[in-house]
């Protein structure tokens, strides 16, 4: 096991010597006969810090492990290993020896959830492995804009999932660890026991293989659009005269709703919701292909009736007692591959929900030109420049024909 010196364990902690030496006095900290210190008495160290940040005093917490109601073994586990010190690097050094702006590296530590960093402040070992990515990209020429978009993306997706992961530990391991009445090492062992080292594993095998289909998808839609655009240029390819439109149905606030009702009342909101959608979305010829965090993704053979469906399903989610609903749909060519719908249609049919408002059916140009003969009217509200569509759509408010 690799050891390390006081000064460079201080260092890689984030502490300085002085504080290092009061952790070891109150038994917190414990180097080996050598006066080593491992990478698990160095997260110690992280750890002490950060619950001294958090108002824990260090003599509480050096009581607390004396009596063996408290205990830091977990942090030995091979799953805490994640817990990154700090390098020798600082980012001014290390924008220098990249080429790396370090405004983009700046912008990497934003991305894992941490403060701004000054130039000399040293840079992460698990920061370390996110440069040669964002190197590879500015070698390549990317604009900064985007690197720092997909930074971002990813941090806060990352984020999103880490939370619930977390929330989903201490509700189902360390609640039921500490009813039962496990303190000190037992508690320590619910953390670092066989079973949460195979979690562990298991849970980053599962994230990266969800993360690879969702590229999968991603870089389909990718693909079809960049054919598209290829045959049509070529004039090989021509839109059709009555294309499949996909339709985005949100309810406005669900998540929020359904998290301060509770599990049994959330329940209850999607059966409504559930009914309110296949009822009216059948009636007029469509089918929901997936339901997503606020609401679905719905399939229409022709854009006419899922207008008509659109406008039914607003209305049917009000009487339903629901939050109010906003929809997006767009018309075109879709790909349809083991169950899924991928392509640019469904891309740009997310972003008209997402600009919706609470209550409004909006369409494209393409759906408005393909409904003649549907019960509805359309109102335009002007070319709109819509997240992650290059250049501005012409969007129309659907309503009632009579």
């Known amino acids: 096991m690799e050891t390390y010196s006081r000064e460079e364990a201080a260092g890689r902690a984030g502490v300085s010597v002085d504080h290092l030496d009061r952790l070891v006095e109150l038994s917190i900290v414990k180097p ?4 080593g210190f491992s990478s698990g008495q160095i997260k110690r160290a992280q750890l002490a810090h950060s619950l001294e940040t958090a108002g824990i005093p260090l003599e ?5 492990l004396e009596r063996g109601e408290v205990s830091l073994d977990f942090l030995e586990g091979e799953q805490y290993e994640r817990f990154a010190a700090l390098s020798e690097l600082t980012f001014e050094e290390l924008s220098h020896r990249t080429g790396v702006p ?7 530590r934003e991305a894992i959830g941490s403060a701004v960093p000054a130039p000399n402040d040293r840079v992460r070992e698990d920061e370390l492995k996110i440069v040669p990515f964002i190197e590879a ?5 990317f604009r900064p804009l985007a690197i720092e978009r997909l930074l971002r993306v990813t941090g806060e997706s990352m984020r999103r999932i880490a939370e ?15 009813a039962k009445g496990a303190v000190g090492e037992q508690l320590a062992a619910s953390l670092s026991d066989e079973i949460s080292e195979k979690l ?10 969800i993360y690879h289909a969702q590229q999968a998808h991603a870089w389909t839609t990718n693909i079809v659009a960049t054919l598209e655009a290829a045959l049509a240029r070529a004039g090989l390819h021509s839109k059709l005269e009555r294309p499949p439109a996909m339709c985005f149905l949100d309810i406005t606030g669900y998540t929020r709703l359904t998290q301060e009702r509770g599990d049994e009342a959330a329940a209850g909101l999607a059966q409504r919701l559930n009914r309110v959608v296949q009822r009216t979305s059948m009636a007029h010829g469509g089918k929901p292909v997936k339901w997503l965090g606020d609401g679905v993704m719905l399939y229409f053979k022709e854009p006419g009736p899922g207008v008509v469906a659109a406008l039914d399903m607003v209305d049917g989610v009000g009487e339903a007692g629901l939050p109010p609903a906003h929809v997006g749909l767009h018309a075109g060519p879709i790909l349809f591959q083991e169950g899924d719908y991928f392509g640019m249609t469904v891309n740009v049919a997310s972003r008209i929900a997402e600009y919706a408002r609470p209550g409004e059916v909006l369409v494209s140009q393409a759906v408005v030109d393909a409904s003649t003969g549907a019960d509805a009217a359309f109102t335009e509200i002007g070319p709109v420049e819509l997240k992650g569509v290059v250049g501005a759509m012409r969007l129309h408010a659907a309503h009632r024909a009579t």
């Open 200 to 209: 562990a594993v298991a849970g980053e095998d599962s994230l990266r293989a």
């Open 164 to 178: 619930q992961e977390a929330d989903w530990w201490r509700t189902e391991v360390i609640e039921p660890a500490f």
């Open 137 to 141: 990209q500015v070698g390549l020429g």
């Open 32 to 35: 080996d006969e050598h006066r």
């Open 102 to 108: 370090f405004e983009l590296l700046a912008i990497m």
């Open 60 to 64: 509480g917490l050096a009581a607390g």
